[in-house]
C-alpha cells in the first residue's frame, strides 16, 4: 500500500433531521450536520447541547453508595471528626482534593488532605500513608481520583478502625474495595447515565449530594473553574456533563473568587482572556501537574486553597518555574530518545517502540513518549532505569490497545496497570530486550501498514462560496471543542494555490491564498512550513482546514486555518518509478497477435463520475480486480482513496509491476504486458482502455467465467494519447541528449536532472520530464550507446564507444513498440468501437 501523512476519512451519518434542526435553531445545514456527526441528532438533543445548563446535570444520588456516602460524611460534620481527601498527584486528583477540601471546609469540616509521592510512593493508596492518617488521628478518608483497585489496603484501614470512602472514575475490572461506600460511574453494578467524568467531576457530584442534604449551596463561582481544569486536563470525553461543568466553568474562570485561579490566570499572561479548552490543556494545566512530576502535588492544592493573593502569586510562580525545569527536561530526554532510534536501523522496522535509557526521570517520560507516539504515529514505551529496575510509560495510537498488547507480555514485569492508550510498567533491566522483541511480535501479527497511518475526520466537502461569518459565529455554539466534541473540520478539493510561503521564525508555519471557482481566501497552516518546499503555485491541492477570522490592523477578515495539505496527483515515487520502469520493460517484449473473442460476460458501465462508482463498488463487493492502466487515472483513483479513511483502505492492494499482493480488492497498475494468476477474482474492472488492443485481449481471454466490467470511454483513448506523448521521446529529443552527452567529453559523468532539464530548456528549446528521460537513457542503452545508474535525482552516465556503422534507432525494439503504440491509439479506437458495435447484442449496458 502506498504511505500518506494521513487518511481521511468524511463522517456518513443519517442526516435526514438537518431540515428540522436548521429551522428550529436558525443555523445552515453545514452548522447542523456538524451536530449531527456529534451524535447530536434530534431538536432536544441540539437544545440541550447548545444552551447548556447546570440545571441538566444528573441527580447525583443516581450514583451507586452515594446515600450512605453523604451520610457518614455529614455524621462527621457534625461529630467534628477528623477527615482526610486521599487524592493523586496528577491536575485531575489536585482539583478533585482542592474542590473538596473548599466545599468541607466551607461547610464546618476538620478536613486534611494526603497526596503521594510520584516518585517515592507511586499512584494509589499505600499502606505507609493509611499508617501516617492514623498517627495524626484521622477517623474518615475520602479517596478521589484513586481507589477503585485498592482492595488489600482498604482492608488495612478497615483493620486499622478507619473508615474510607472510594470516589473515582477508573474502569473497575472486578472486584470492588470492601469500603464504607464506593462511587464510580464505572461500576460495573452502576446504571448512572454518564459514564466519562474525570475524577473531579466525581468528586463534584458528591459535592453537589451532600449540597442537597445540608441545603448548603455550593460556591459555584470558585468552585466550577477548578472542575473544569481537571475535567479538561484529564483529556476524558467533553459531552453529557463534562460538556455542562467544563462550559460553565470556563464562563465563570475569568471571575473567579478562587484566589488560586486567579494567580495562575496573572502569571500566565491569561488574565481578561476568554479562556478555552487549549488554553487548559497547554498552559494552565501542566503548571499544576509539574508539581506533582518533578516536586510535591501539594504546591497544586496549596496554590488552590490559598487565602492569600500574595501567597497564590509566589506559588504559581513557583509552579511557572517548575513548569520551565519540566520542558527543559522534557526536551532533553526527547532529543535523547531521537537520538537511539536515529542509531539504531532496527527501530525503523518494528511497530512498536521501546526506548529504554538511564538518568532519565520518570516524572516526565510520560510526556515524551506522547510525543515520539505522535511524530512516528507508533505506539511507544519509554523506560527510565534506575539501578536494576526500569519504570516505563506507555503512549499507543487509536488502533492499537497497548493495555491488551503488555497484558499478552505480562511475564516480563513486575506490575503494570492502564488502559487502551496509556499504561505505565515496572521491569528488571535484563528483560527489557526480551520485552521489546515480544511486544512487537505481537504488533506484526495485529497491525497492517494502513494501522500506523493516522487518520483525520472531517464533517463535510465545502466549496469557498460556503464560507461565510455566519457559519463561524454558528460553529462558536459548538465550544468547547476536545474528546468526543472535536473541533469541526472540513475539506475542500481541487483549489488551486495562488501563492505560498513559509513564515515565522525558521518558516515554521505556511502562509497562502487558495482559489476555487473564482473565490479567493488566505490561508494560515501553523506549524505546516516545511511543506512549501513541496507545493508550488499553480498546484492543485485538497485542503483539511477551520474556517477562522483574522484580526489584523482592526480589519476583519475571513481566513482558513488550514490543518492539513495535500498535494493532488501526488503518488509515492518508488509507484511512479517501477510503472515507467515496468512499461519500457514490457515494451521489450510486445505481443503482435491479436485476440478478438469477448466470449465473457462483459457489462459495460456508462457512468460520469467513474471514480465514485468505483469507490462504491469497491465497498459493495470483495475479490475485485480493478485494471489501471493510465498513470494519469492512477494518480487520480489513489488521490481519492486516502479520502476513505483508514478500514476502507486496509481491504485494498496497490500493485504495479512484479508485485502483486492479495488483499479483499486489488488495485492493478497495469502497463502492457503481465501474467498474473487472475483465477482468485469473480469480478474485474478496466477502469480505462489498455494501451494496446492485444494487452486487453489477452487479459480478456484469462477471465472466462467471470464478469468483466468496462468503465472506459472515448476520452480515454485521448487520454492515453497524451500520456505517451509526454513519456515517448522524439528522434529529435534523442539526438540533442545524445550530442550534450558527447560534449561533456568525459567517459563517466554526473547529471543534476533539474540543473539539466532547465539547460535543455534554455539551450535547445526542448522540455522533458523525468519519465521521458529515464526512457530515452533505456533506449540510448538498447543502442550499447550508453550505461547509467541512478542514485537519487543523480545520474551517472557512462559512454561506451561510437559504433562504427549508423543505428537505425527507430528499429530499436523498445522505441519501435513504443511507437507503434503511439501512432495506433486512433486504430486501436476504432478497432474496440468496431468490436462493440458487433458484440452489443452479447452485452450488458447499463
Known sequence: MIRYDKFVKLYNEDYSSISEITNAFDISSITAKVLINRGIKTVEECENFINVSLKNLYNPFLLKDMEIAVERIIKAIHRKEQIWIYGDYDVDGITSTTILKLYLEKVGCNVKYYIPDRITEGYGINKEAIDYIAYKGGQLIITVDCGITAIDEVEYCNEKGIEIIITDHHLCEGEIPNALAVINPNRKDSDYPFKKLAGVGVAFKLIQAISTKLNFEIPLEEILPIVAIGTVADVVSL?????????????????????????????????????????????????????????????????????????????????????????????????????????????????????????????????????????????????????NEGRGSARSIPTFDIYEGLSKVSKFFNKFGGHKQAAGLSIDREKIDSFRKEINKIAENLLMEEDMIDEIKVDDILKMKDIDYKIIEELKLLKPYGIGNPSPLFVSKDVKVINIKAVGSDGKHLKLSIEDDEYVMDCIGFNLGHKAQYINEGDRVDIIFVPDVNMYMNEKKLQLNIKEIFIKNNISIDIEEEYYLNF?????????????????????????????????????????????????????????????????????????????????????????????????????????????????????????????????????????????????????????????????????????????????????????????????????????????????????????????????????????????????QSKMKNTFLNLFEIKKEEMVWI
Open 239 to 387: 459531552t453529557s456533563e463534562n460538556r455542562i461543568l467544563v462550559k460553565e466553568g470556563l464562563a465563570l474562570i475569568n471571575q473567579t473568587e478562587n484566589i488560586g485561579v486567579q494567580a495562575l490566570l496573572e502569571v500566565t499572561g491569561l488574565k481578561d482572556k476568554e479562556i478555552t479548552v487549549g488554553h487548559v490543556g497547554f498552559v494552565i494545566g501542566p503548571r499544576i501537574n509539574a508539581a506533582g512530576r518533578l516536586g510535591s502535588a501539594k504546591t497544586g492544592v496549596k496554590l488552590l486553597t490559598s487565602k492569600s493573593m500574595e501567597e497564590a502569586l509566589l506559588l504559581a510562580k513557583e509552579l511557572d518555574k517548575v513548569n520551565k525545569e519540566r520542558q527543559e527536561i522534557e526536551m532533553k530526554i526527547l532529543k535523547e530518545a531521537e537520538e537511539i532510534i536515529k542509531n539504531d536501523d532496527r527501530y525503523e522496522k518494528e511497530k512498536v517502540l521501546v526506548i529504554a535509557s538511564e538518568n532519565w526521570h520518570h516524572g516526565v517520560i510520560g510526556i515524551v513518549a506522547s510525543r515520539i507516539c505522535e511524530k512516528y504515529f507508533k505506539p511507544c514505551i519509554l523506560i527510565a532505569i534506575e539501578g
Open 584 to 824: 519500457i520493460c514490457n515494451l521489450r517484449k510486445k505481443k503482435d497477435n491479436t485476440i478478438s473473442d469477448l466470449s465473457n460476460k462483459i457489462i459495460i458501465k456508462k457512468v460520469d463520475d467513474r471514480i465514485g462508482y468505483l469507490i462504491e463498488f469497491l465497498y459493495n463487493n470483495d475479490n475485485v480486480l480493478v485494471i489501471i492502466n493510465n498513470l494519469l487515472n492512477a494518480k487520480r483513483i489513489i488521490d481519492e482513496l486516502y479520502f476513505q479513511g483508514r478500514e476502507f483502505n486496509k481491504r485494498i492492494s496497490i500493485n504495479v509491476g512484479d508485485k502483486f499482493n492479495i488483499r479483499t480488492n486489488t488495485l492493478l497498475i497495469n502497463p502492457l504486458y503481465q501474467e498474473y494468476d487472475l483465477s482468485m477474482f469473480n469480478k474485474i474492472i478496466f477502469f480505462d482502455i489498455c494501451f494496446d488492443e492485444n494487452n486487453f485481449f489477452d487479459i480478456i481471454k484469462r477471465l472466462i467465467d467471470k464478469e468483466v466490467y468496462l468503465l472506459f470511454n472515448e476520452k480515454d483513448f485521448k487520454m492515453n494519447q497524451v500520456f505517451l506523448d509526454n513519456f515517448v521521446p522524439k528522434l529529435n529529443e534523442l539526438r540533442v541528449v545524445y550530442k550534450t552527452f558527447i560534449l561533456n567529453k568525459q567517459d563517466i559523468f554526473k547529471i543534476d536532472i533539474v540543473s539539466y532539464f532547465n539547460y535543455l530548456s534554455k539551450s535547445y528549446k526542448i522540455k522533458i520530464n523525468k519519465s521521458k528521460f529515464i526512457f530515452l537513457l533505456e533506449i540510448l542503452k538498447d543502442c550499447n550507446l550508453i550505461d547509467y545508474k541512478v542514485n537519487q535525482n543523480n545520474y551517472y552516465i557512462k559512454l561506451k564507444q561510437k559504433p562504427r556503422d549508423s543505428i537505425e534507432i527507430l528499429e530499436i525494439p523498445i522505441y519501435k513498440s513504443a511507437n507503434l503504440l503511439l501512432n495506433n
